[in-house]
């Protein structure tokens, strides 16, 4: 036996894995055991090497066994592991908040940690709330989401998702949301311009909220990129109208960035391409480089006020995880900001962009090809079975799953998102491997849209 094989037979009597129908690795789907990983690739124990063209779910910012990362948990270790942050503090968490402060849209200024996307934005929630409630508006309950969104699987962040695949199951668990229309480009009419639909989303937003503002907290929203949706992109301005929007009918605005900050759409954050600063900014993955679980919100002096008041009041923010602000997570953190600002990253990150493009560009022509679009560094090409006009192959035909299975053969790790094969590579990543990620792209289109139903 292969000692993949014995890991794997080993993994499967014990492990329950996330996002997975686990009958699938009977026959559709190889579990791929990983010894070692560096750069932008992973190496399984037998030695086969696959590059990780999503950055092993959007969490692998610079690329794997990043040396100053390594360096940065190493001095760590051995100082501090973890202290609980209720009445103690320590040097990793302060220097931390003060670089997110300092490079966060100006307005933002207290930090409140997590240790996972989805808890973030369970904080937000039961913060915008919770400072409603302190103004002495407990009516208003509610939040207003974008059809298509994502923001993580606990039963609050499922409840303002929009994803049935995820959410239809608990439906009965969830809280009551409001949804408003998405300003996906991609759901253009002929004729309709990325701008066009941004407003065309503003004004359903708008008649929305004229309905229900007053029983509505916040609006929340992936700024830029739906990511789970399957890469939907959308015009900044509808980012700007939401927050003019929310400012004229006193709702707050949550910016989820989990997926999408620390450069991945082509500024530090998305919400910088619209100008805008929302009342809390959401961020995670990326924020630890992909070494470490950890989330940040970072709100307002505003937020900060309202709860800060007299013990007996009870008006104080009383959320907390046992490992909120782990040192060892800030402290590869704190690296990670430190690596993206030595690297000149958002410069780079152009050029690697357009290389991203040129990978792809091509498939635009693709007769099953619907879209092929791109955010800074993410590009993604949506099958269609009509190619331009649109119409989704049915999900259960799994076209990214041929896709998925073809890219490990070519050593190469994608996981589509339905019809969705997109790229979101570490930024290490180097032309030559760029341009094999594009080669390995368009062999899995060709031969996902070739299958027979
Ligand atoms: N928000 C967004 C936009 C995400 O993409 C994700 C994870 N894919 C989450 C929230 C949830 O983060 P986590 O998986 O760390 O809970």
Request: net charge negative; charged share 20%; hydrophobic share 45%.
């Amino acid at each position: 036996m292969s000692h993949n094989a014995g890991w794997a037979a080993r993994d499967l009597a014990v492990v329950w894995h996330p996002c997975t129908q686990m009958k699938d690795h009977e026959r559709e789907l190889p579990l791929v055991p990983i010894a070692r990983a560096r750069g932008a690739w992973l190496e399984d124990f037998d030695g086969r090497r696959y590059l990780d063209a999503i950055s092993s779910w959007w969490t692998c910012l610079l690329g794997h066994a990043d040396p100053r990362l390594d360096a940065a948990l190493r001095n760590q270790l051995g100082t501090l592991e973890h202290v609980m942050l209720a009445g103690f503090t320590h040097a990793p968490v302060i220097e931390l908040s003060e670089a997110l402060v300092a490079r966060a849209p100006a307005g933002l200024s207290r930090c409140f940690y997590a240790d996972s996307g989805s808890a973030a934005v369970e904080i937000a929630l039961k913060m915008s709330f919770h400072w409603w409630r302190n103004q002495g508006r407990a009516g208003k309950t509610r939040f207003i989401a974008l059809a298509g969104g994502y923001h993580g699987e606990t039963l609050g962040a499922l409840s303002v998702g929009d994803l049935g695949l995820y959410k239809s199951s608990y439906a009965p668990l969830m809280l009551e949301q409001l949804t408003a229309p998405s300003p996906d480009a991609y759901a253009a009419a002929p004729g309709e311009s990325a701008r066009d639909c941004a407003l065309r989303a503003a004004n359903a937003l708008e008649q929305l909220l004229e309905q229900h503002a007053d029983e509505v907290c916040a609006l929340i929203l992936e700024p830029r990129v739906q990511c789970a949706a399957g890469m939907r992109m959308h015009d900044p301005e509808y980012l700007r109208l939401a927050r003019a929007l929310c400012d004229r009918f006193g709702v707050h605005l949550i910016a989820d960035e989990i997926a999408v900050g620390f450069g991945r759409t082509g500024t530090l954050f998305a919400c910088e391409q619209a100008g805008i600063c929302p009342d809390f900014l959401l961020l995670g993955k990326g924020l630890t480089g992909g070494y470490l679980p950890l989330s940040v919100l970072l709100t307002t002096d505003t937020m900060y006020q309202a709860f800060y008041d007299d013990y007996t009041t009870l008006r104080g923010f009383l959320h907390s995880h046992s490992y909120t602000g782990n040192p060892l997570a800030c402290r590869v953190a704190l690296a990670t900001l430190t690596a993206l600002d030595a690297d000149a990253t958002l410069a780079r990150n152009r050029e690697r962009a357009q290389a991203l493009w040129t990978a792809v560009a091509d498939l635009q022509a693709h007769p099953h090809v619907g879209d092929v679009r791109q955010a800074g560094m993410i590009v993604a090409v949506e099958l269609a079975r009509d190619g331009r006009g649109r119409t989704p192959y049915d999900w259960r035909e799994r076209r990214g799953l041929i896709a998925y299975r073809h890219a490990l053969v070519r050593g190469v790790l994608l996981r589509p998102l339905g019809n969705v094969l997109y790229l979101m590579p570490p930024y290490c990543v180097t032309p030559d491997e760029i341009a094999l990620l594009g080669r390995v792209l368009g062999e899995c289109v060709e031969l996902a849209t070739r299958a027979a139903a």
